[in-house]
């Protein structure tokens, strides 16, 4: 679902993402694992930023999507030409500054910290 390759846009991976999701956490959903919820999301959504990574290819393309997100010109430029792989680029500041979690849930992205609680809150 999160393969690097696989062309589908944001939406879609995400569509098929939160149904995924959504199963896994209702099999589980009787056991006491918050913190395993929550390392998952972590991981789910690192993986996200370097699918969308991945995804803007070029680095006039890059640097276009993380100025529009509010990264100053000067740092997207460096960040838009770093060698550093993908999973590094993913887990740094200017991009964890650029695609929030609050970016991610509007793309429509459920995280299953947010089913937990909504599962003990009813």
């Known amino acids: 679902l999160t ?37 998952l999301d972590e991981w789910i959504r ?14 006039r393309t890059k640097l276009n999507a993380l100025v529009s997100m509010g990264i100053p010109k000067a ?3 460096q960040w838009a030409n770093t060698r550093k792989g993908g999973w590094r680029v993913c887990h740094s500041f200017i991009l964890t500054r650029a695609i929030t979690i609050d970016r991610l849930h509007n793309f429509g992205y459920i995280s299953l910290s947010q089913l937990y609680s909504l599962r003990l809150s009813t």
Request: proline share 0%; net charge positive; charged share 30%.
């Open 46 to 59: 690192s993986r996200l930023r370097y699918c969308i990574w991945h995804q803007w290819k070029h680095i």
């Open 3 to 39: 393969r690097k390759t696989w062309s589908l846009s944001t939406e879609e991976r995400l569509v098929r993402l939160n149904a995924f999701c959504r199963g896994w956490f209702n099999y589980f959903k009787l056991a006491d694992a918050k913190k395993s919820f929550r390392q």
């Open 75 to 77: 740092k997207a430029y």
